[in-house]
């Protein structure tokens, strides 16, 4: 190597853009190392150095479509946390950790065929639908895809509300975007549809609001990325409809995965 010659390592990213939300919540965009492959849905590693050179890293799940040429990701800001006190803070052009390794359930492989798929998510859980969202296998696979989201407040959905409204205008994606419905909830401040989205499973009110049947295996697929109360919750109500989970490897009719926080 030619001296002075500078290594670049290929798990260092550039920050291409940051966007803030209220509430401690941003989304930020970094330039994607040639070699990752992913499926819409998984999540990798990134994070910062740390004081002591070894870097904080925590699991993420990668909001970008595969086919972006940037990687999308969406956080939460812990006040104390020890990797988003500090990524709160990163601007364009800062460099992040990154390792290429993509991992997790949410796969549309791992869901056997059907008509419709019901995407359930809370808080920052959303982050690997607006992946999903934005891949036309989605809707190759399915017919009908309902995103369900609830948060405490309102100004938590905004990150989803938008990204579903850029549906309609996205070149690859707007030909589907009538196959999408939209279910945002709060439960903690006034909005339009108030309450947990498990209580409106149970009551029959979130089916009734979308005109659609109740939950039936020969029909319906979920995917669920939330905290893990909610997660246990929701498989609770989805086993006892009669889906049964699935994996990579062996393909059914849910799956689940835990919004990751710092
Ligand atoms: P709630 O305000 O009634 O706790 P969090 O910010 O704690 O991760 O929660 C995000 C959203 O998920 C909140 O609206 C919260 O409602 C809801 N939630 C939390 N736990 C559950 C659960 N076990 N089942 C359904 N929704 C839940």
New binding site residues.
Partial sequence: MAEGSKIISPDVQKVTKVTHYSDGLFAFRVTRPQSLRFRSGEFVMIGLPGDNGKPILRAYSIASPAWDEELEFYSIIVPDGPLTSRLQHIKEGDEIILRPKPVGTLVLDALTGGKRVYFFA??TGFAPFASLLRDPETYERFEEVIITH???EVAELTYGRELVESLADDPLIGEFAGQVKYYPT???EDSAKMG???TLIESGEMFADLGLPPMDPATDRAMVC??L??NL?IKALLEKAGLREGANSDPAEFVIEKAFVD
């Fill in positions: 809370t808080g609830t948060c405490r709060t439960t903690r947990r989205i498990t939330g905290n109360a909610f919750d």
